[in-house]
């Protein structure tokens, strides 16, 4: 059973960083498209970030306008570990993070929620101001 955990979520001023964890478990490759989405109890789940398990190059990583040029997100995947590196967080930036991942090798990144099969339970990332 694929099982994600994530970590690394806390409490910080605007304009710090963090660094979040997706550790994968219950699969013997590491090679299916992840992503990172976040979720208020004001707004619907929101794409965050998405890297393919193929095409792993960083730059070839797909952010939704709200983070790029401020979050990376990378993958580690003999370590079957996927990151979002947050830079320059601001209060809008608070929300539970949750990771996602393929249940196929696809090839491509993916922004719709529901093409992802398997979630984490998530971790809290709060930005004050």
């Known amino acids: 059973q694929v099982r994600l955990v994530e970590s690394g979520g806390g409490l910080v001023q605007a304009g710090a960083s963090l660094n979040l964890s997706c550790a994968a478990s219950?699969?013997?490759?590491?090679?299916?498209?992840m992503g990172w989405f976040r979720r208020t109890p004001e707004k619907e789940r929101e794409f965050v970030a998405a890297?393919?398990?193929?095409?792993?190059?960083?730059?070839?990583?797909e952010y939704a306008d709200s983070v790029k040029g401020r979050f990376t997100i990378s993958r580690d995947n003999a370590k079957n570990t996927l990151y979002l590196q947050m830079n320059g967080l601001k209060p809008d930036d608070t929300a539970m993070y949750s990771c996602a991942s393929s249940r196929y090798r696809l090839g491509y990144t993916q922004r719709d929620a529901q093409k992802y099969a398997y979630w984490g339970q998530g971790t809290q990332v709060t930005v004050s101001s």
């Open positions: 219950g699969r013997t490759s590491g090679a299916y498209t």
């Open positions: 890297i393919d398990g193929i095409n792993t190059n960083t730059e070839l990583a």
